[in-house]
């Protein structure tokens, strides 16, 4: 078991495969894009598969797959295999725009995927290439029909943005009434690459009140431990609604995950710098018992929230990194 100097286990790991999207969506990088690493810095899958499994060994139960989007990677659905097969994990997830998806998850009910994590943030084909640049909803909604044909589990995040999306809110909510999926609305955060400014008028509490207006009924629902949505029913619904208080961090307390970039860079948090590069220590010939002293000392660093960890970035006189670059 992995623990922090707060008490808190790391039971959640978030791997992002790739920095490279085939979207350019405006809260995650700059408009004209970034420029995508060069193949060497990129982890290669036997290094991804030797930490997976040593962060298992470590206690690590759940593992999500995610990029940039993962299947602009070649081989992705093999790795995946890779991955499922790793004795002690109990739960592999995905998180995917949707793009490329649809003809693959047959494959991945084989694999084992039960939960996938889908990007949406409009349901109108205008305000998709708006806010992605590119065309495609079509290809999304067909991915969400494939997983939800095969049983998959289908989680919608929807990133919140003035002026961009507010009309979308209720139709997406509407999608709960006849869909067993869950909506999850997301404040936006400062990530992207500084292509526009953030703004915070449209916060949880906003979020919950403008839904509220239009469905009355709409009631609290447990949250499951660690969770980072608070979530809602509404009568008749199959689905359900989730808010993520994502750049109000009010989630941190129970924090119970850590990523890693595409580049092998230990982020304890979404909003820190990180230290640690499991990457190079691999390629510097480190043994797993090394790399499990220099995990646990890295987790034993981490801030008690995302405010403490954007203040020591400000202190370093570092700015955010695109999504793409830390891993969604």
């Not at 509407?174 to 690459?193: C, D, H, W, Y």
């Not at 359900?240 to 009010?250: E, K, N, S």
């Not at 860079?265 to 220099?294: F, I, P, Q, S, W």
């Amino acid at each position: 078991m992995i623990t922090d100097s707060y008490g808190r286990t790391i039971s959640y790991l978030r791997l992002a495969v790739t920095d490279r999207c085939n979207l350019r969506c405006t809260y995650c990088m700059p408009e004209e894009g970034l420029n995508w690493l060069p193949r060497n810095e990129l982890m290669t899958y036997e290094e991804m598969l030797r930490i997976c499994s040593l962060f298992v060994k470590m206690g690590v139960e759940k593992i999500r797959v995610t990029g940039g989007e993962p299947f602009v990677r070649k081989g992705l659905l093999s790795f995946l295999k890779s991955i499922s097969r790793i004795p002690g994990l109990k739960e592999l997830t995905l998180t995917t725009n949707g793009l490329l998806t649809a003809p693959l998850v047959p494959e991945l009910k084989k694999i084992g995927i039960k939960s996938v994590n889908l990007s949406l943030d409009t349901l109108d084909n205008d305000r998709f290439t708006q806010i992605a640049h590119r065309n495609g909803l079509d290809k999304v909604l067909s991915t969400m029909d494939k997983l939800l044909e095969y049983g998959i589990k289908v989680k919608i995040n929807t990133v919140v943005m003035e002026n961009r999306n507010i009309d979308d809110i209720i139709p997406l909510v509407q999608l709960t009434k006849a869909l067993p999926v869950s909506v999850r609305f997301i404040e936006e955060m400062p990530f992207n690459g500084k292509s526009r400014e953030v703004s915070l008028s449209w916060n949880y509490l906003h979020i919950l009140d403008h839904i509220r207006e239009h469905f009355p009924s709409i009631g609290k629902a447990t949250d499951p431990p660690h969770a980072t949505a608070y979530h809602y029913t509404i009568p008749g619904h199959k689905g359900d609604v989730g808010i993520i208080a994502a750049y109000t961090r009010l989630f941190c307390g129970s924090c119970n995950r850590v990523r890693i970039t595409p580049t092998g860079v230990v982020r304890t948090c979404l909003y820190d710098a990180g230290k640690l590069n499991l990457k190079d220590a691999l390629r510097e010939g480190k043994t797993n018992e090394e790399l499990k002293l220099l995990i646990t000392d890295a987790i034993l660093k981490k801030t008690l929230d995302g405010w403490e960890a954007q203040h020591m970035l400000v202190a370093q006189h570092r700015e955010h990194e695109s999504m793409a670059s830390i891993g969604g």
